[in-house]
Structure formats: C-alpha cells, structure tokens
C-alpha cells in the first residue's frame, strides 16, 4: 500500500530545520518512504515521496499576479534538483476566513485562479517557458525559469468539490483531498477526476487522501481530543459538504482512530474505494511517541 505520513515540526525546536529533518530520518528508520509538510505561517510546507520534501497546500492568490507562479515554480525546481527527482508540489484553494484573518483581504474567483495558475505551471514544466496573461495571474518572467535537474515536478491540488475537480483533472497530476471519507472518493472525487483527466488526454490522476489518524486503545476518550481537534473544520463551507456526502455526524468521524490494526483497517477502505495513496495526519503530532506508533503503522502498510 502507497502510504506516508505528515510532519510536524516542534514549535519550541531550536532550529525547526534540524526538527523536521529529525523526524524525517526517524520516520524512514521505522520504514515511512513517503513524507509530507504542511504550510504554516512560520515556515514553509514541504512534501515527498521516498524522502521528497516540498511545498504543500501553498494558496493560490491573486495580489501575487505579477509572476507568483513562476516565482513559485523555480523554487520547486530548486527543491526537486536537491531531491534528485522525488519532490512534489502541492497547492491549495485557500479559505477566505483564515486569509482575510492573516492578510487583512481575501481573494474572490477561486476556480479562475486556479486554472491559470496551473495553466501557468504546466506551461513551465512542459515546455520550459511561459508568456501568459490572464484575468488573475499573469506570468511574463523576465528571467531564466529553467533549473537544471528540476523538472518533472507532480503538482497536486487539494480539489474535493466539482470545479476544482474538473480543473485539476484537466491540468494537474492529481489531487490531495483530506477528510474526504471512503464513499466520497468512490462516489464522487475519483469518478470526477478520472473524467477530467481522460476528456484532456491527460494520465488518471493520483487521490492522495489525507487522513487524520490516532492509535489508542481507549476509543472514547481518543474521540472525543479527535472531535476538538477536528472542530475548526466543521465551520468551513467545503468541508461540511464533504462531510454530508459521507454520511457522518462530525469530522471526527472521518478520522482513522483505534488500535493500530483497526486503523490499518480502515486506510485500506481508501484503497478500496479509489485512493491510489493514503497519508496519515497524526491527530497527537505534540506526543512524540503517539506520533511514531502511527508511523509504525504507516510503514506496515
């Protein structure tokens, strides 16, 4: 089973670089080969495969016009060069809320900026130039945007509702939904993102999800810290779509929690349903050694 697990670094580390390497190390001493970093306002997020470390979830924004993507793009392609080939570049839709709070504004025609965006990338990537202009992005670089050793990169979008789908499907190599359940993924995000892709002539897209996750062997009490942890995504519109097409009363519902068997258990429901890869989010990340019991079993997978 394709599996991996998600870092986080420890915000009282002397340098957050040593940590998140540290823990990368010792997550693929337990067997984890595939590893991913979050954005946070503090760092940058980076994500891998077999020990790729990259941007993930960045927001696409539009008062970044003049040349974020390609600026973006080069710093990808500097990563991929240090990782010999097993970065991977992922992006996010943002949320108005979090934005406005962070910026002081958020940025309306999501879907819009989103396709230029990775219409900008894929030119790049594809053909190693860009000269676009779009009605949110425009990416005319007066500068090399080659890296020698920095391409291919996988770009993988967050995408969990139609639009997003259908644009990720047509231009980028998968997607990255998370708290997106089993039926969600076999009832509506592959069928979607499989169309997508197959009506561009472009490869079926990976479905990374995303799930959070906690061994205990205490279910109740395990829950009820998962459901206060997951709260905050309950207030957001996107996710309580999700939610409600799956079926469940809360987000934690949708996380894997149990004993470690019983977790295993259901990540291969992802599997089953469609998800070509599962990524373990540790709910207890804080517990160094809660947080490698579920890399263990991530790497038993």
């Not at 990720?168 to 509506?188: M, S």
């Not at 009506?199 to 810290?225: C, H, T």
């Not at 470690?260 to 050694?289: C, F, I, M, N």
Request: overall charge neutral; glycine content about 10%; some cysteine.
């Amino acid at each position: 089973m394709p599996s991996g697990v998600v870092l986080f670094p420890n915000p009282r580390a002397i340098n957050v670089i040593d940590d998140v390497v540290a823990q990368a190390c010792r997550a693929y001493a337990l067997g984890v080969l595939q590893v991913w970093l979050g954005q946070r306002r503090d760092h940058s997020r980076r994500a891998g495969r077999r020990g790729r470390i990259g941007p993930r979830r960045r927001h696409v924004r539009g008062a970044d016009k003049p040349a974020l993507p390609a600026t973006r793009r080069i710093a990808g392609a500097d990563a991929q060069a240090a990782s010999h080939g097993n970065f991977s570049l992922g992006l996010g839709l943002g949320g108005h809320e979090p934005e406005r709070q962070a910026f002081g504004m958020s940025w309306p025609n999501t879907i819009t900026r989103l396709r230029e965006h990775l219409t900008v990338l894929r030119s790049i990537f594809d053909t190693g130039a860009v000269d676009f202009s779009g009605d949110e992005i425009t990416a005319q670089p007066g500068w090399p945007v080659q890296v020698a050793g920095g391409t291919p990169v996988p770009v993988y979008v967050a995408a969990m509702a139609p639009k997003a789908l259908q644009v990720t499907g047509e231009l980028a190599d998968g997607t990255l939904p998370y708290l997106a359940g089993p039926r969600t993924i076999a009832e509506f995000i592959e069928p979607a993102i499989a169309k997508a892709a197959a009506e561009a002539g472009r490869p079926k897209p990976r479905i990374i999800a995303q799930v959070p996750a906690l061994v205990s062997d205490d279910v109740d009490a395990a829950m009820n810290f998962v459901a206060g942890q997951l709260s905050f995504f309950e207030t957001m519109p996107s996710y309580q779509k999700v939610i409600a097409r799956e079926g469940v009363a809360g987000a934690a519902d949708l996380a894997a929690v149990g004993s470690a068997e019983s977790v295993k258990r259901q990540l291969q429901s992802y599997l089953d349903a469609g998800a070509t890869d599962v990524v373990l989010s540790a709910l207890a990340w804080a517990d160094p050694a809660v947080a490698e019991e579920l890399w263990a079993v991530a790497a038993s997978l």
